[in-house]
Nanobody, 113 residues
Framework: QVQLVESGGGLVQPGGSLRLSCAVS????????MGWYRQAPGKQRELVAT???????DYANSVKGRFTISRDSTRNTVYLQMNSLKPEDTAVYYC???????WGQGTQVTVSS
């Protein structure tokens, strides 16, 4: 059974950093692009960043230059490094195997002083 398990969320002050991790169990990691999404209270879930199997990345305009997505095939893990965090980055962050209905359970990120 394929599972995605996010970790690394928490409370951070504006301007701070967090690194989210998404551990992928099962045999799918090398076959799919991976994505990070987020959903703030009262808002729709939105795409934050994606990374293909071979490495090219794409970002939402709101996080370009601040967030970096990466993947480690030896650990079957995808990461989201988040720098210069803003209060508007507060949301539940989810990882997803692109092109599949497979989501993680989410991890809360709160940016507040």
């Amino acid at each position: 059974q394929v599972q995605l398990v996010e970790s690394g969320g928490g409370l951070v002050q504006p301007g701070g950093s967090l690194r989210l991790s998404c551990a992928v169990s099962g045999s799918i990691f090398s076959f799919y692009a991976m994505g990070w999404y987020r959903q703030a209270p009262g808002k729709q879930r939105e795409l934050v960043a994606t990374i293909t199997r071979s490495g090219p990345t794409d970002y939402a305009n709101s996080v370009k230059g601040r967030f970096t997505i990466s993947r480690d095939s030896t650990r079957n893990t995808v990461y989201l490094q988040m720098n210069s965090l803003k209060p508007e980055d507060t949301a539940v962050y989810y990882c997803k195997a692109e092109g599949t209905p497979i989501w993680g359970q989410g991890t809360q990120v709160t940016v507040s002083s």
